[in-house]
């Protein structure tokens, strides 16, 4: 059970570059999640789901640009740290290509 | 959101300390002290102004990193959680271990900033928890060694391990609490020192499996977890529930009812992270 600080700022990384990718248009609409169907409720309770919504919004929001800069350094920093053969870092590289890739 | 402090600063900070600085002492002293030997220094203009220039400039130089430094981390703030002294710290481990016979849970209030900890035994501070997770820590390894499984970079892996754990418990709660939209003047100092005077009972269980074997290990974990969990609801309830509720009278309502859980859930992840860090200590 060895977590280190390094392996939670990592896991934190990739949870929230996997909130950031949720598609507004392709995917969340679709199940009904998308932000222009929260307007519901004028009350003073907007209910878990609406702020889950807004939650994930503002996560995409602010780190669109920030997720795939902080991945690059990530995963060049895992490659220093780990010294291993070339195939290794070429399929880190290609990991974090793709995670790019979905920010689009 | 209530602002701890926000109006105290450093000319009133005799209100969270004792003013035991010695300013009046130390007045009397370079005087004492320059009148014999440095006389012949002191009456030279030049090392005059030399000396005044340079205790100006290191009075610049104080201030300057203080502000920088309460831009990240709030240390005003932060001080208001360490203003504690014995009489409250033995009478906040007696409640966090037995909390059956406290009554009065409400935190006090004066002129709508809470009170300082050392005025008031409900108020949370962090030098409970900090001292635990330090003396947690120390046991780990003190444990570890009695098994022959010591070694120095498995105090360092203890120690990460139980802050990471520290971090996202109060990272959930916070979510949770942002979730629900709880209007409370609960901060995050206050989350984490909620979330660390778990470690108190985790000392005493793996103190006394260390002392006294296995058994009774478990006993006094389930009695340091009870105690724990009673003492999560009792002050929680007051900070997350609504007035009605908190008194004790059925309010219905799904929001109330989402806070209830709430404040079980937070209360009951603690006897589970106690057993979790703990359990591998005493074999």
Known sequence: MAFTLYSLIQAALLCINAVAVLHEERFLSKIGWGVDQSVGGFGDEPGIKVQLMNLIRSVRTVMRGACYFLLCTFSHFRQKMAKKKNYVTFYQFFYVFNLGLCHI | MRLRNSSMDGSDGSQLF??????GRGQAGPQAAGGLPGQSLLA????????????????????????????????????????VDTVYVGKKLGILVFPYMHENWEVSYQQDIPVAPRFDVNAPDLYIPTMGFITYILVAGLALGTQNRFSPELLGVQASSALVWLIMEVLAVLLSLYLITVNTDLTTIDLLAFSGYKYVGMILGVVAGLLFGKLAYYLSLLWCCAAIFVFMIRTLRLKLLSEAAAEGKLVRGARNQLRMYLTMSIAAAQPVFMYWLTYHLIR
């Not at chain 2, 030399?50 to 703030?77: C, H, W």
Request: charged content about 25%; cysteine-free.
């Open chain 2, 18 to 23: 004792d003013d035991t600085s010695a300013t």
């Open chain 2, 44 to 83: 030279d203009p030049m090392s005059n102004l030399a000396m005044a220039y340079g205790s100006s400039l290191a009075s610049q130089g104080r201030e300057m990193v203080d502000k920088n430094l309460d831009r990240f981390i709030p240390i005003s703030k932060l001080k208001y959680y360490f203003a």
